[in-house]
Nanobody, 121 residues
Framework: QVQLVESGGGLVQAGGSLRLSCAAS????????MGWFRQAPGKERDFVAR????????YYADSVKGRFTISRDNAKKTVYLQMNSLKPEDTAVYYC??????????????WGQGTQVTVSS
């Protein structure tokens, strides 16, 4: 069983930055593909970014490419999402997720409880 706990959300003005963190339990964190997702009010949950177990490979949604950076520290069992040049449309609850199924799958096995990010105009 893996538990994921997000932190770092908050209220920020457009153009500002936030860094989200997701702390994981479990012994084999470095084997998980980690992802970030977000869900705005009244909308479906959307993919934001993901990172391979080693941290070498990353992939981003077009909407955040060039503004957001996903990274991980396997020694600390933590994955990060650095968000720069934030826009009001980035407002959402952000979730981290862990997958044991490898890079080729879009299925995630564990989810955090989410952290709210609000970007004011």
């Amino acid at each position: 069983q893996v538990q994921l706990v997000e932190s770092g959300g908050g209220l920020v003005q457009a153009g500002g930055s936030l860094r989200l963190s997701c702390a994981a339990s479990g012994r084999t964190f470095s084997s998980y593909v980690m992802g970030w997702f977000r869900q705005a009010p009244g909308k479906e949950r959307d993919f934001v970014a993901r990172i391979s177990g080693s941290g070498v490979i990353t992939y981003y949604a077009d909407s955040v490419k060039g503004r957001f950076t996903i990274s991980r520290d396997n020694a600390k069992k933590t994955v990060y999402l650095q968000m720069n040049s934030l826009k009001p449309e980035d407002t959402a609850v952000y979730y981290c997720a862990a997958s044991m199924r490898g890079w080729g799958t879009r299925e995630y096995d564990y989810w955090g409880q989410g952290t709210q990010v609000t970007v004011s105009s």
